[in-house]
């Protein structure tokens, strides 16, 4: 387990490591940043997960399982908030449905946690997750990452999976959402990109998105505005915080 500074959890937990980049939200993906800073420290996990490109770290495309974590959350005896594979992608195209088989057993064992899984590939969510022995558990809140309007296509594949939660993560909003659909989504994150190439996130991006969670009764979390300096542009909205939740559905 390591803590986190995520405003919206409590923990991560990654039995996998390594990703492909996908589509325009990965471009300063900071997962890439921290393997390479990790594969530097020496930590083997991480070796060969990135390669330079120019001045950044980007994506191999390799993935490695890691089978010696699949028992950390059984150790954790306080309950905590956990986000599943901040440094991957549990449903990659290179992880084989066994071992995501192997990480749903233990969040099945383990209900004292709620886990949090993020993918920019929700249809092979959907197309696994429909299978057997996958079931629905209440613990486990299943998303899915659109930045931008091109790729909201991704709500409607969310919605096609089996799930006590479903949540999309509109991190790194880099564009208007504003002709998507939020039904049947019961979570909103939404956040600015940072770190030093960061992209602009236009303040009425963020109404839009909160009036669409209004209307359908999505709880609404602004994380960060974001930039170079993130601490100092604060997650502020109008004069406010927003840390909504989503309610169980049972």
């Not at 020496?42 to 399982?65: D, P, Q």
């Not at 993560?169 to 939404?190: D, F, K, M, Q």
Request: net charge positive.
């Amino acid at each position: 387990m390591a803590e986190t500074s995520i405003e919206w959890t409590d923990a991560t937990w990654n039995p996998v490591a390594g990703c492909t980049v996908l589509t325009a939200g990965c471009t300063n993906c900071y997962a890439m940043r921290m393997a390479a800073r990790l594969e530097a420290m020496g930590t083997e996990k991480y070796r060969g997960l990135t390669r330079k490109s120019g001045k950044r770290a980007v994506w191999t495309g390799k993935i490695r399982l890691d089978q010696a974590s699949l028992d950390a959350p059984r150790k954790w005896s306080k309950p905590r908030k956990v986000f599943v594979n901040s440094m991957s992608d549990l449903f990659h195209d290179d992880v084989p449905i066994e071992f995501i088989t192997k990480v749903w057993d233990v969040m099945a064992d383990t209900p004292r946690h709620t886990y949090q899984i993020l993918t920019k590939r929700p249809e092979r969510m959907a197309r696994v997750l429909s299978q057997q022995p996958f079931r629905v558990l209440q613990n486990v809140w299943l998303g899915t990452s659109v930045e931008d309007g091109r790729v909201l296509s991704r709500l409607d594949a969310l919605r096609a999976v089996p799930a006590a939660i479903r949540f999309v993560s509109l991190e790194p909003l880099i564009g208007s959402v504003a002709e998507g659909n939020l039904t049947g989504i019961h979570w909103a994150i939404v956040g600015g990109e940072s770190g030093p190439r960061a992209r602009e996130m236009k303040p009425e991006w963020v109404d839009e998105i909160e009036a669409m969670c209004r209307t359908t009764g999505t709880a609404f979390f602004f994380k960060q505005w974001g930039g170079k300096n993130k601490k100092a542009a604060g997650r502020e909205l109008n004069g406010r915080t927003y840390d909504e939740m989503p309610a169980l559905r049972m």
